[in-house]
T-cell receptor, first 112, second 115 residues
Framework: SAVISQKPSRDICQRGTSLTIQCQVDSQVTMMFWYRQQPGQSLTLIATANQGSEATYESGFVIDKFPISRPNLTFSTLTVSNMSPEDSSIYLCSVVGTSAQFFGPGTRLTVL | AQKVTQAQTEISVVEKEDVTLDCVYE???????LFWYKQPPSGELVFLIRRNSFDEQNEISGRYSWNFQKSTSSFNFTITASQVVDSAVYFC????????????FGTGTKLQVIP
């Protein structure tokens, strides 16, 4: 399985600010995925990020709010823009391995 | 459309008891994969098992076992002789087979093992 790291592991942010979350994978992968997990809820896919092309967003998520970069095959960032308390969640990046989809440790975001 | 239902929101058991987590799924696909993930309080999502829709054999891994029944669209997970370290939220998930396909997660079952 791939080893996935995320930065920061957690953050507390003020309303109206933006936070960029980094995801690093120890091997080259074609597709990377960003998920959101609101408190006590299941995982919801935000977008799929392919290297060299624009991310594909799921219904309910837009690029202005969650811009994503994918500069190479091992790295991606997700920015949560103009944050509100409703954005308080765990954000997880993920890649597809040989047997399953594997997840990073998550970034726990609290917006005050 | 795909759907995964985990009807048990929270379960509490006393250590050493056996516990079964239920998962029922819906899909129109003939081939698909089913998964179980564990999310301990630290938050990371740990992959436990993948089952191909063609493979209905039950699987046992240590204290964990999985019962896949296509006839009832269920993929249940049993922990034998539960331990405090098993306390976590467990997610059942479903995806189509063939390359990358979107993963559909259930709502999760929170398991608390009481010492």
């Amino acid at each position: 399985s791939a080893v996935i790291s995320q930065k920061p592991s957690r953050d507390i942010c003020q309303r109206g600010t933006s936070l960029t979350i980094q995801c690093q994978v120890d091997s080259q992968v074609t597709m990377m995925f960003w998920y959101r997990q609101q408190p006590g809820q299941s995982l919801t896919l935000i977008a799929t990020a392919n290297q060299g092309s624009e991310a594909t967003y799921e219904s309910g998520f837009v690029i202005d709010k969650f811009p994503i970069s994918r500069p190479n095959l091992t790295f991606s960032t997700l920015t949560v823009s103009n944050m509100s308390p409703e954005d308080s969640s765990i954000y997880l990046c993920s890649v597809v391995g040989t047997s399953a989809q594997f997840f990073g440790p998550g970034t726990r975001l609290t917006v005050l | 459309a795909q759907k995964v239902t985990q009807a048990q929101t929270e379960i509490s058991v006393v250590e050493k008891e056996d516990v079964t987590l239920d998962c029922v799924y819906e899909t129109r696909d003939t081939t698909y994969y089913l998964f179980w993930y564990k999310q301990p309080p630290s938050g990371e999502l740990v992959f436990l098992i993948r089952r191909n829709s063609f493979d209905e054999q039950n699987e046992i891994s240590g204290r964990y076992s999985w019962n896949f029944q296509k006839s009832t669209s269920s993929f249940n997970f049993t922990i034998t002789a539960s331990q405090v370290v098993d306390s976590a939220v467990y997610f059942c998930a479903l995806t189509r087979s063939g390359g990358y396909q979107k993963v559909t997660f259930g709502t999760g079952t929170k398991l608390q093992v009481i010492p």
